[in-house]
């Protein structure tokens, strides 16, 4: 009997060895995640939708044809217009940036170096952009 139970202990011991031996590593630490917010729970304001076109418009330019300064004007336009909306979104109306990326957008809409396709749609952004400014200074602005 004491036989037996020598055997049995003897086999549980190695039996326990590898699982013993496997060397744990634990997940490595990872800062938990802030929900990015959800576009339903963004405030909407009016002119979000022109904002939003006109940034989708400038990221899409054909960068290559343009020149070292059209390239600067147009990512410093980028700049302005994510600053304007974010201080949007603060319930601020920043009418200089606004200025400013239209003024950015009527140098780059003359610009020899688009097609025709990129002119008209920075064409069609600078009026929805002066649309909107009207709208919320109540000032008309002079078009070209």
Same mark, same amino acid.
């Given at each position: 009997m004491h036989r037996v139970l020598a055997a049995l202990? =003897?086999?549980?011991?190695?039996a326990s060895v590898p699982v013993a031996s496997q060397i744990y590593y634990p997940p490595p630490y990872r800062l938990p995640?802030?929900?990015?917010?959800?576009?339903?729970?963004?405030?909407q304001y009016k002119g979000d939708?022109? =904002?939003?076109?006109?940034?989708?418009?400038?990221?899409?330019?054909?960068?290559? =044809?343009?020149?070292?300064?059209?390239?600067?004007?147009?990512?410093?336009s980028i700049k302005d217009l994510q600053e304007f909306r974010k201080k949007r979104y603060e319930g601020k109306f920043d009418n200089k940036r606004i200025d400013r990326?239209?003024?950015?957008?009527?140098?780059?809409?003359?610009?020899?170096?688009?097609? #025709?396709? #990129?002119?008209?749609?920075?064409?069609?952004d600078i009026k929805a952009l002066h649309s909107f400014q009207e709208l919320q200074t109540g000032v008309k602005a002079s078009t070209p």
């Open positions: 202990l =003897v086999s549980l011991l190695l995640r802030t929900p990015a917010p959800h576009p339903q729970k963004a405030p939708k022109e =904002v939003n076109r006109t940034l989708h418009d400038l990221q899409a330019l054909e960068y290559p =044809v343009l020149t070292k300064d059209q390239r600067k004007t147009a990512e410093k990326v239209l003024q950015a957008l009527d140098q780059l809409a003359t610009s020899p170096n688009f097609t #025709d396709r #990129d002119r008209d749609r920075l064409a069609a």
